[in-house]
């Protein structure tokens, strides 16, 4: 820890996705001091009064400021949450290079102020934009993760306990690749409790069907749009992702989440930034863990990876 004792994190972008994630974090009590950092600076300050004054139902004390980039020399961990959004009819490589401008005023003064923390990126597309703060930081890649897959993770294995009636905490499926439209559900890694969900469809007679689960994997992956058509924006379920992260860094749990993490030779791939289950503890990425795909599965990896990569390279990364 930074502040010997006290865990602090700052965050940087006081949007929908950034006060969802701190008013989670405020309910969890997972750190001591929580500064907000936004170009709008009024609204950090207002933010952050409004958040103080739930402090007396919270479940412990936290110091909560608006503050600048020079409060995140002693932070342990970084949140990013800013960009700028999508306009009308703009394409995907104009918003990445509008948000790498954008990334290229915050990463610096950050670096600058001492900072030698984690970094949590949630800016979308989340795995680019974390290669960019990787680049922008030179930081040791266990040390630059995105939030990648951990809710499209988290809405598999809600969907997959409502389709076979069973608390979503014991299913152990994965998202993994691009946090966008090529990421896949590699079935072949999926169980409920102790059994391959394979298995229990072989075996129900009818009650389960593997195009069941096709429908569920393009639920997953459809998600977002479905939100944001019925209410704009997400925001809700990545704030709780953010958390859990953030639990697993100061916890110092081992927990395996499906971060963005940089791959260094897994599957044959490097230098791209993809969604992956990874053990998570204070140091940040301390291992990830390559799963036994089937070769559909792998090929469909690999090609999200590529599209990733190649993504990045139409911007210089």
């Given at each position: 820890m930074k502040n010997g004792d006290l865990k602090k994190v700052a965050l940087v972008g006081t949007g929908f996705v950034g006060m969802s994630f701190a008013y989670a974090l405020l309910n969890s009590g997972e750190c001591d001091q929580l500064v907000l950092i936004d170009v709008n600076k009024e609204k950090a300050k207002g933010e952050a009064m409004d958040l103080n004054h739930g402090l007396p139902f919270a479940k412990r004390n936290m110091l909560i400021f608006a503050g600048e980039y020079a409060d995140c020399h002693d932070a342990d961990i970084v949140v990013i949450a800013a960009g700028v959004g999508q306009r009308d009819g703009e394409d995907r490589i104009s918003l990445l290079n509008r948000n790498y401008e954008v990334f290229k005023s915050i990463i610096n003064p950050i670096v600058e102020s001492g900072f030698d923390g984690i970094f949590l990126v949630a800016t979308n597309p989340v795995d680019i934009m974390t290669k960019i703060t990787l680049e922008l930081s030179g930081f040791n890649p266990?040390?630059?993760?995105?939030?990648?897959t951990t809710l499209d993770t988290a809405r598999l294995r809600y969907?997959?306990?409502?389709?076979?009636?069973?608390?979503p905490r014991n299913v152990h499926a994965y998202v993994i690749g691009e946090h966008g439209d090529s990421?896949?559900?590699p079935w072949s890694q999926a169980y409920i409790?102790?059994?391959?969900?394979?298995?229990i469809i072989d075996s129900s007679k009818g009650r389960f069907s593997f195009n069941d689960l096709q429908k569920i994997s393009k639920n997953v992956t459809g998600a977002a749009q479905e939100i944001i058509k019925a209410k704009q924006a997400t925001y809700y379920g990545i704030g709780m992702s953010l958390v859990r992260i953030v639990r697993a860094i100061f916890g110092d749990e081992k927990s395996a989440l499906t971060v963005s993490v940089m791959l260094n030779g897994q599957y044959g791939i490097e230098g791209v930034y993809a969604g992956l289950p990874a053990i998570i503890g204070r140091n940040g990425i301390e291992d990830i863990i390559v799963l036994d795909l089937k070769e559909n599965e792998r090929t469909a990896f690999i090609d999200s990876c590529n599209f990733l990569k190649e993504t990045a390279k139409q911007i210089g990364f």
């Open positions: 266990s040390r630059v993760m995105g939030s990648g969907l997959l306990g409502d389709y076979f009636s069973i608390d990421e896949i559900v409790t102790t059994k391959r969900v394979y298995d």
